[in-house]
């Protein structure tokens, strides 16, 4: 190292032709021992960093264990569907048209048989499909505050033990009651879950394949999502299905809690409580002899160092910038997320393939896997880019095009309801199936053939058309585009915001703050999806539809702007050098 630290020492000095001449030079051409350590420790770090690791096997087994979290987190709100239902019901093979069913996020497949069972009103739906998303907020805010007191590993087996609970709450519920403490429990698991997995696969991957492995926890959600669908399907004609629908999540909440007992924890979170020496062993399991020890010790010395510059981690030490900037950050990539209206454009979805002459009992079927297919596939294309592309790059790109789908289909829809305005009546409509069932206020009557207001009727007069809206010619080529805008924003969505603010978050806090502050934002997450799912029928209600998705185009916008101020590029650092990017 003497050679090395001679060459670095005398190019940083200033040279002139007199300076050898000049009085007390020679003092400083002489080696400073103290400036030679730093020096020299900078050499080695910068070395040690650029060393070429490689992560084992053992890495890709912890993460899926870890993700069946994600899993259930997409099983639990796939089996909320966001879409707007045509339910079955027993005794009729025709389809309920109830508005009121879609004032809140839609229990898919199941919400149906638990009205029939238990003779809810429209007040209790709502509790009952509700109550995830209560749930969720303090599952997540009782996750960040928790985590570093209790570990990253204790919360995830705990979230495994709230799921088993919640799905035989659910499967064996004799009443109401038990039934919405279920739910509400179920809530709970997803919000732990959708905030500790992603902050333990940071912590745990190599920083060149973060992205990547983090991101895996989005397709894990997006197939347990498709997994739901695919379940509801099965037994949905099946007596008492929907009970095997909510104990089926049971079985991989079981398997994950049997299993993560006999996996490490977390290497930054052992650090914290001082167990060092239990960090090395982890770290040297996570990329096994691609690495020296050198290269481990520094990474435990990189951890330590961040855990000593950011104190002991109190709610105080949000007032410093440190900390309270990527706290913003993580606040606007939630919020961006949920307020983008990705849970709005999926209620119109199934009306969407009905204006393109779906039949009925079809559309709910078709809608889900076409959404969740497309949101699958393109979750899938993230994962494989997003440590090449970067994850600013690839959210500042897709965000527009999101928008840009959104504004289609605003235009379209304002386009579509023109034709004929909304009246109370109904009577404009006349035979007009499509235009009819888009209105809130309306309900498509198949024994009287005609649109008849829904307001002051006994809902079970009113029903969807058995056999879907009679395809119109000059509506094919608004349906074209609708579809395609469509499938646009949901592709973008996947690419972008579907999983960055919850990788981007998990990577730009301090090892101390970091369980508390990811709370926090997970908590905006679900604090905005209550807000849209509550919102979002009145808003069509008052300023139509197509108002209503430019509205949510417009607060995009607005997000978006403050995004590509704000948020850095955290691909191919470690978490620590992320955190100093803050500090300066």
């Known amino acids: ?119 809810l009103d429209t007040v209790k739906k709502e509790l009952v499909v509700g109550a995830t998303t209560f749930g969720a907020i303090f599952g997540g805010f009782f996750a960040g505050m928790y985590s570093d007191k209790f570990g990253r590993k204790l919360l995830i087996l705990f979230a495994s033990a709230v799921f088993i609970v919640g799905a035989l709450l659910l499967a064996l519920a004799p009443n109401f009651a038990c039934l919405l403490v279920g739910r509400l429990v179920v809530g709970l698991g997803v919000g732990v879950a959708s905030m500790i997995v992603p902050v333990f696969v940071s912590e745990i991957a190599p920083k060149n394949i973060r992205g990547r492995l983090t991101t895996l926890n989005t397709l894990v959600i997006t197939f347990g999502q498709v997994i739901a669908y695919v379940i509801n399907i099965a037994f949905s004609n099946v007596d008492q299905g929907w009970r095997y629908m909510f104990g089926l999540a049971g079985i991989p909440a079981l398997f994950q809690l049997v299993v993560m007992p006999f996996l490490p924890e977390s290497p930054r979170h052992l650090v914290i409580s001082g167990r060092k020496d239990d960090a090395r062993m982890v770290i040297r399991k996570i990329y096994g002899d691609s690495v020296s020890d050198a290269f481990i010790n520094n ?54 393939l009905q204006m393109a002459g779906f039949r009925s009992n079809q559309n709910s079927t078709s809608v889900a896997i076409i959404v969740a297919a497309t949101n699958l596939v393109f979750t899938m294309v993230a994962v494989l880019v997003i440590d090449r592309v970067g994850r600013r790059k690839m959210l500042v790109v897709t965000m527009l095009t999101m928008i840009a ?115 926090i934002s997970t908590a905006v997450n679900w604090i905005c ?52 990017a803050f500090i300066k």
């Not at 045509?86 to 919400?111: F, Y």
């Not at 109904?426 to 008849?452: E, K, L, M, N």
């Not at 808003?539 to 704000?566: E, K, N, P, Q, R």
């Open 1 to 119: 190292m003497a050679s090395s630290f001679n060459h670095v020492t005398y190019q940083q000095l200033p040279s002139s032709p007199s300076s050898s001449s000049q009085p007390g030079m020679s003092s400083i051409t002489k080696k400073d021992p103290e400036l030679e350590e730093i020096l020299d420790d900078q050499l080695t770090s910068t070395s040690l960093e650029q060393e070429p690791v490689k992560a084992t096997l053992f890495v890709y087994v912890l993460v899926f264990c870890v993700c069946v979290g994600g899993f259930l987190f997409g099983y639990d709100t796939g089996g909320t569907s966001l879409l707007m239902p045509l339910l079955h019901r027993k005794k009729k093979p025709l389809l309920t048209l109830d508005h009121s069913l879609v004032t809140h996020l839609v229990i898919s497949g199941a919400l149906q048989p638990i009205q029939d069972e238990f003779g």
């Open 529 to 580: 999806n209550l807000i849209v799912s509550t919102t979002f029928l009145s808003m069509t209600d008052s300023i139509t539809t197509g108002g209503t998705y430019f509205f949510y185009a417009g607060v995009s916008l607005v997000l978006y702007i403050l995004i590509y101020f704000l948020v850095p590029e955290t691909s191919n650092r470690t978490l620590e050098e992320v955190h100093k």
């Open 299 to 352: 990474e435990i010395d990189l951890i330590s160092d961040d855990i000593n510059n950011s104190r002991a981690g109190h709610f105080k030490d949000f007032k410093l910038a440190e900390h309270y900037k990527p706290l913003i950050i993580a606040c606007i990539l939630q919020a961006a997320q949920q307020l983008s209206g990705f849970n709005a454009a999926m209620y119109y979805a199934a009306t969407i």
């Open 405 to 519: 789908g959104l504004i289609a289909l605003g235009a379209t829809f304002g386009v579509q309801q023109g034709f004929i305005p909304k009246q109370d009546s109904c009577a404009g409509y006349a035979t007009h199936c499509a235009r009819c069932v888009i209105d809130p206020d309306c309900g498509w009557s198949a024994s009287q053939d005609t649109c008849i207001v829904t307001k002051g009727h006994d809902p079970n007069d009113i029903f969807a058309s058995p056999t879907g809206c009679p395809p119109r010619s000059n509506d094919h080529a608004i349906t074209g585009i609708l579809i395609t805008a469509l499938i646009v924003y949901v592709a973008s969505y996947a690419l972008g915001l579907g999983y960055a603010p919850w990788l981007i978050q998990s990577e730009i806090f301090t090892t101390a703050m970091r369980g508390k502050a990811n709370g």
